[in-house]
């Protein structure tokens, strides 16, 4: 073998993938902050006392959590704007599918960590006066939040990688720009090395972090 490695192509379109890992950055982090949000509304939801409410949830939970999320993301771009009428953007298409998928996952961890909590809990907070939405925020989120946390870091790493999966519709995202890098200067040795040793710079924190928090949770326990 007489390949001779010559990273200075990187180097010289470093800005390109700059570029990408920018957009990765504006795609993974809304995914996590809203199906965050999306998925502590989908856990009250699953846990609701009207069976239609908690039939329904169940249903959009297992679509999104038993289908490829290359799939959901190709489906938003392609078939979703049949529906609707209107033409989704790569980004905005990506943004949709992930966040929709995050949600989905996230939910079963928070309605996990509620049910965790004895239920008597939520009984004494209602019969002293709190409203369900008031015991909630201040009984059982505040005890089952830290049981939550390594679920979470490391859902926050899923969506990470996942977001690379946005390159297949378009999104000039870092996989995307490395990609086209690789068949412009058929150097894909050089470009997807590199490219892969940003995805592990980018992600390794969370990685060590949740590493930490379970050996604190552990020993706390």
Do not use: C
Not at 81 to 108: F, R, W
Not at 150 to 159: L, M, S
């Amino acid at each position: 073998m007489n390949y001779v490695p010559d990273f200075s192509i990187v180097t010289d379109n470093w800005i390109v993938l700059l570029r990408g890992l920018w957009v990765t950055i504006q795609i993974w982090i809304p995914s996590i902050v809203i199906g965050l949000v999306g998925g502590f509304l989908l856990a009250q939801a699953r846990l609701a006392r009207r069976g239609w409410i908690r039939g329904t949830s169940l249903v959009y939970v297992e679509l999104f959590r038993d289908t490829p999320v290359l799939i959901q993301l190709i489906w938003f771009y392609y078939a979703f704007p049949i529906l609707v009428g209107v033409q989704l953007s790569p980004y905005a298409a990506a943004l949709l599918g992930l966040t929709l998928n995050t949600s989905a996952y996230a939910s079963e961890i928070f309605r996990g960590g509620i049910r965790s909590i004895h239920r008597g809990q939520m009984e004494g907070a209602l019969a002293i006066g709190m409203s369900r939405a008031q015991a909630m925020r201040r009984v059982i989120l505040p005890q089952v939040i830290k049981r939550m946390l390594p679920a979470f870091t490391n859902r926050t790493i899923e969506v990470a990688k996942m977001s690379s999966l946005a390159s297949v519709i378009s999104v000039h995202e870092l996989m995307y720009q490395g990609r086209l890098l690789s068949s412009t200067y058929y150097r894909p040795f050089e470009i997807l090395t590199a490219v892969a040793f940003i995805y592990f710079v980018l992600i390794y924190p969370g990685t060590f972090l949740a590493g930490r928090l379970e050996k604190h949770l552990a020993r706390s326990n």
